[in-house]
């Protein structure tokens, strides 16, 4: 009960929603000690302060992120999207190496893959990812949570499989890092923005590689990836950092100010009790639409439902105060630890009739 009561203290102290918003899976929610840490970094910029302490942030969200992902926080980079992450994984690969992918998954995972024009890029049903990977297979890529419908991938029989056959995986954990807890370890590379579930601004994503790097080269290397940065300004930069740090992007100051603070806040709460939370809203909600003779995409444990045939009531509902997304024609709500049962109860009376 104490625990329980210190999580909804928690969460009550640092959001303050104006609507039922059920779509974390597009932005997460700001919490208010980000909030204060944004506008302070825009202060000290704008009182021409040192901007160490902003510097510090970034790697304050790097160590914050590798014990959220269960690494050391020499295997984490820090960047500002999963599209540039995987173009870097995308780059170190032979021609005509086949990549293995979900269907429809999300195409910062995918595209980057594509426009290389001369890998073999083969998509399948997600339940059959683990059974289709073979012997040729170079990379496995896949979004741990399926952005548009939330249905969870089989990461450790995919890991098996990848094992097996020699393969090696790239794992998305965008709309899984948060609530879902991460086993980053277990896979070659994997990746995942700020703004959704760990509830930071935009401009930050993290990658993840293996301690030898694993055959990437930092092909959008910059000053900040030196091993000594300020020493790296000018010229081909003289020394790599010895650590994932060589695939770091230029990053953007106030976001890893504002997301160091929302990264605090994940960890104060814990992300199993986080996953707790989240799941038995998204629960609820299934059973209230199995009760309105609805039937969701099926994605057992999974934070986000997916309703296929009511996505046409998105405007409705956002113009209730209710928000969720369309998605292909499916009816998106995400649940995440600011949501309460009122939240649930809300949707699904919005949705009767």
Not at 168 to 192: E, N
Not at 195 to 217: I, N, Q, R, S, Y
Request: overall charge negative; proline content about 6%.
């Amino acid at each position: 009960m104490e625990t329980t009561q210190t999580f909804d203290r928690l969460v009550r102290a640092e959001f303050a929603p104006r609507s039922t918003y059920l779509n974390t899976a597009s932005n997460g929610l700001l919490p208010a000690r980000t909030v204060a840490a944004l506008h302070e970094a825009a202060v000290l910029r704008a009182e021409g302060r040192p901007l160490t302490p902003l510097h510090e942030d970034v790697e304050a969200c790097r160590a914050a992120y590798a014990r959220l992902a269960g690494v050391p926080a020499t295997r984490v980079a820090v960047g500002a999207s999963v599209a540039a992450h995987t173009g870097v994984i995308a780059a170190s690969l032979p021609a005509g190496a086949e990549v293995l992918t979900a269907e429809d998954d999300f195409t910062s995972v995918l595209n980057p893959f594509h426009v290389r024009g001369d890998l073999k890029v083969r998509a399948v049903p997600l339940e059959r990812i683990a059974e289709s990977v073979r012997p040729g297979t170079a990379l496995v890529a896949v979004s741990a949570a399926q952005s548009a419908d939330g249905r969870v991938a089989d990461l450790a029989a995919l890991r098996e499989a990848a094992r097996e056959h020699g393969a090696r995986t790239y794992v998305d954990f965008s709309q899984s890092a948060g609530w879902l807890p991460m086993t980053a370890d277990a896979f070659d590379f994997s990746a995942s923005v700020s703004f959704k579930w760990l509830l930071g601004p935009h401009g930050a994503a993290f990658l993840v590689v293996p301690e030898d790097f694993g055959g990437l080269t930092p092909v959008l290397a910059g000053w900040v990836a030196g091993e000594a940065p300020w020493d790296s300004c000018y010229g081909p930069v003289q020394e790599l950092a010895r650590s994932a740090r060589r695939f770091d992007l230029t990053p953007a100051l106030f976001t890893f100010a504002g997301l160091r603070r929302s990264l605090e806040l994940i960890e104060e709460l814990g992300v199993e009790a986080v996953h707790a939370h989240d799941v038995a809203l998204a629960d609820r909600f299934r059973a209230g639409l199995a009760d309105l003779g609805h039937t969701p995409v099926p994605a057992p444990g999974s934070a986000i439902v997916s309703v296929p045939g009511l996505g046409t009531r998105q405007r409705e509902l956002s113009r209730e105060g209710i928000e969720v997304s369309d998605r292909a024609g499916n009816l998106r709500a995400a649940f995440h630890l600011y949501n309460t049962t009122d939240d649930v109860d809300r949707l699904l009376g919005a949705l009767t009739g």
